[in-house]
């Protein structure tokens, strides 16, 4: 159980391009759900945070307009990159919670790469 | 605020022998404590947690942590480490007087068990 899909699991686009990346419970609710970004060998930043059917949540220097987080149900969410550039090259993760259990779910990630 | 620490960037082990990855944490209220297991170009996953209760905790892969609250420590052993164990570990925490679920993670290390 606690299954969480992410999807595409890698996609290369252009400059200036926007690219959605979604996220999925497949076996629980998650009435949240978290994005980070990670940088090779290094620890996990925690973007936006995702409740559903409210506004994400971001975290000090995330740009809200830069990062589209949308909830819509209880099992799926997604990050709109617009607009991409070369730095926004990373890898994305999402996380769900049903707040029922203590630990976040995690998804397996997006490798994005910007040309 | 919450905050951990994982003063080890590598470990080194061989196969067979105890595996100790080290990690303290800080938090204002009640700490839950959180490891999980990344391989490369994978999401993390869940390897084990302290809520309340038994300090000593049981795992995933015959991993445990023991939580020791005078020194604010986490650390995760493994009396025989294999070589598949060798991946990318995070010590993660969150405050469990808080409602925004957040986790905060440590900067990772890396564990070699070598043949």
């Known amino acids: 159980g606690a299954v969480v899909s992410q999807h595409p699991s890698w996609v290369i686009c252009k400059s200036g391009t926007s690219v959605k990346i979604e996220c999925r419970s497949l076996d629980f609710q998650a009435t949240t759900m978290f994005w980070y970004r990670q940088f090779p060998k290094q620890s996990l930043m925690l973007m936006a945070t995702s409740n559903e059917g409210s506004k994400a949540t971001y975290e000090q220097g995330v740009e809200k307009d830069k990062f589209l987080i949308n909830h819509a149900s209880l099992t799926l969410s997604t990050l709109t990159v617009t607009s991409a550039h070369p730095e926004d090259s990373s890898f994305y993760i999402c996380?769900?919670?049903?707040?029922?259990?203590?630990?976040?779910?995690f998804g397996p990630g997006t490798r994005l790469t910007v040309t | 605020a919450q905050s951990v620490a994982q003063p080890e960037d590598q470990v080194n082990v061989a196969e067979g022998n105890p595996l100790t990855v080290k990690c303290t944490y800080s938090v204002s209220g009640n700490p839950y404590l959180f490891w999980y297991v990344q391989y490369p170009n994978r999401g993390l996953q869940f390897l084990l947690k302290y809520i309340t209760g038994d300090n000593l905790v049981k795992g995933s892969y015959g991993f445990e942590a023991e939580f020791n609250k005078s020194q604010t420590s986490f650390h995760l052993k493994k009396p025989s480490a294999l070589v598949s164990d060798s991946a990318l570990y995070f010590c993660?925490?969150?405050?469990?007087?808080?409602?925004?679920?957040?986790?905060?993670f440590g900067a990772g290390t890396t564990v070699t068990v070598r043949a």
């Open positions: 996380s769900a919670t049903n707040l029922i259990g203590y630990e976040q779910y």
């Open positions: 993660a925490v969150r405050d469990g007087a808080s409602n925004d679920y957040k986790l905060s």
